[in-house]
């Protein structure tokens, strides 16, 4: 069976690693455009779900490990919120193993590709945002905000997973 990743756990850090939305920063919130939104990711299948949670788990933990000088964020809770990606990734990447080991997950597969395209185009967006804004505080806390999504998608993946 798959772990399911502690989405709970992970919304309550990324809350505690700041606290409220900067005021300073409201003007900019319109500065970010997802290019899509994320919550409507369209995942076919079961096999291609799991890959999918994979995937934005390994991307928001890349996101959150470089380039944090200007975050001003509460080290405990980020510590704890990259450990906690980390550990989940790396239960994902065993279950995935067995499965492909046992063929039940064709990474070829057409629907799989297009998902992972997806996600990473989506994350490329994060980046080339964060990049543009040169890390900057705002910058960090309109990602923040919309990190969460993120685990809304990964919550909806997995009730399918369950069903």
Sequence with gaps: GINIPNTHGNLELLQKMSGNFPSQCINERTA??????????????????KVAIQEILQEIFNIFSKNLTQSAWDGTSLVRFQNGLY????????????????????????????????????????????????????????????????????????RSLSN
């Design 32 to 49: 970010f455009k997802p290019t899509q939104d994320v919550v409507q990711l369209p995942v076919s299948q079961k096999e291609n779900a």
């Design 87 to 158: 550990q989940q990734i790396q239960r994902l990447e065993a279950c995935l193993r067995a499965q492909m080991e046992k063929e039940l997950t064709n990474p070829e597969s057409e629907d799989l590709q297009l998902t992972s395209r997806r996600v990473k185009q989506y994350f490329q967006g994060i980046d080339a945002f964060l990049k543009e804004k040169q890390y900057s505080l705002c910058a960090w806390e309109i990602i923040r905000m919309e990190i969460p999504r993120c685990f809304v998608l990964i919550d909806k993946l997995t």
